[in-house]
């Protein structure tokens, strides 16, 4: 895991009111609906489910509930039967002698039943414990509805009895969540697929509208943020989809007012309290500003819409283009670092000049929409291809190569390949080899690489190959129990978490939500 926190102080942001005011304008409307636990269950040792805990039905039901009461120490588990995104609330009421105690309870919430089975107190990641979903509350007073502030995300509750006294008991009655997301399943268009790829569809299509809140978050769970390459994938399977344009022009705007003087455009930004960038940046994350908006102008021609961000992504890509060098080579900067997947363990410069190559192409594409000149740009671009093309591939590999140890990794092929550097044939024969020689990838844990190994697979024509994979990946973690697809899976080591630990990890993660959009634009 290499993927560390930043403090960049110094850095001077814009904060452009008049931007923000358009993000606000398009703030989304909250779609709620009421979901009720369908059973209770009990955490069962399943070796075949994510870390080793799936559950069973208990004997118990929730129409049981009203009639059962709990003392301490005594705990059950509410399955609410799918992923949700919301507020809980429960009536707790006392049964027995007079309340002589408060009633001290603890509910945890868990989006995978690997997550109950975890103890907080073990907890020593480098991830803030405070997103584990665990409340501990004192009730000093009973009948009372406890509705808790906080949004959560999960399929099952975990009610817990501290304790009462001796001499009464908690009743527990009309747990409820009342789900929230942005995503308007009306807009949603029926389609029909083969049994496994629609299982797939389908989970994906859920990923992306329980992430699909204020702005699109990358995970309701953890970070329940804006991060625009998570933006960037949401946004394209959003079109395929709901197609909420307007949370697209929402988050677009967002970023757009906070960039910093300099020109360039935050990893991640947060909308409340206020709006408020991070002093994050991730180089390849800055870039995809642009691709977003060339994506979103693909999808909704909007000239007015343009013509206001454009100096945004212009000036990200001036900025972009002073780390290029005379020979068309990309020197990137430890302070900005190109981020392509979580892990450091691979040579990211040749991925990074095809992240480059990618989006200097669709910055050209607007320039050209708004009439702007664009030589300058197109000088660049032919630097970067013909060093790419001279000095990067390597014709006796058939591969191209990365950084001082000429090494050869599957991030380097598919960002060539996606940035379209060679020809048709040429593309397939390198994903051919990348296949023969890389395969099975190794040491990638993000849906984010995985997904963008699959689209370069089908970008080379390797329809088979792209199929196989989505089975592979997104279709083990269905085997693996997934409701929702995951912020991070490895299908070497299925039970590695970045965090060390399940409990802070989000089995719900807007960047694994792309198979519906993989599937629409190469297999439907
Ligand atoms: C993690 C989150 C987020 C991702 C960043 C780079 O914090 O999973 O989704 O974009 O990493």
Redesign the pocket.
Known sequence: MA?TFQINRDVKFNHNEGLLEKSEKNRPEIFKTKVVPKRIVELVKDEKKLNGWGVKEADLSPVDLSSFGMRRDDSLILDFGEHCVGRFSVNISSVGSPMDAPLYIRVRFGEIPAELAGDSASYEGWLSKSWIQEEYIHLDELPAKLSLPRRYSFRYVELKVLDTSPKWQAVFEKPEVIKETSADYKNLKEISLEEELKKIYDVSVKTLAECMQDVFE??PK??R?L????LRLQALANYVTFDNAELVKRCLYLFAAMNTTEGKIP??VFVKPSCLPDDTF?FD?SLFFISVLYDYEMAHEDMKFLKELFPVAKAQMDFSLSMVDEEGRLVCREEYPV?ID?SNEFNKDTAGQGVMIYVLKQFIALSKIMGEKTDVYETVLEKMVSYAKKILFSPERGMFLSGEEQECNIASQVWMVLAQVMNEEENRAIMTRAVKELFPVKGIA?P?MYHHVTEALFEAGLKEEGIRLLKLYWGEMLRLGADTFW??FEPENPNYSPYGNPIVS?YC???SCTPVYLIHKYLL
């Open positions: 993927f990358d995970g953890r970070d943020r991060w625009i390459g998570d990893a991640n991730l994350y981020f979580w993000t984010y912020e991070a989000s993660h807007a960047w």
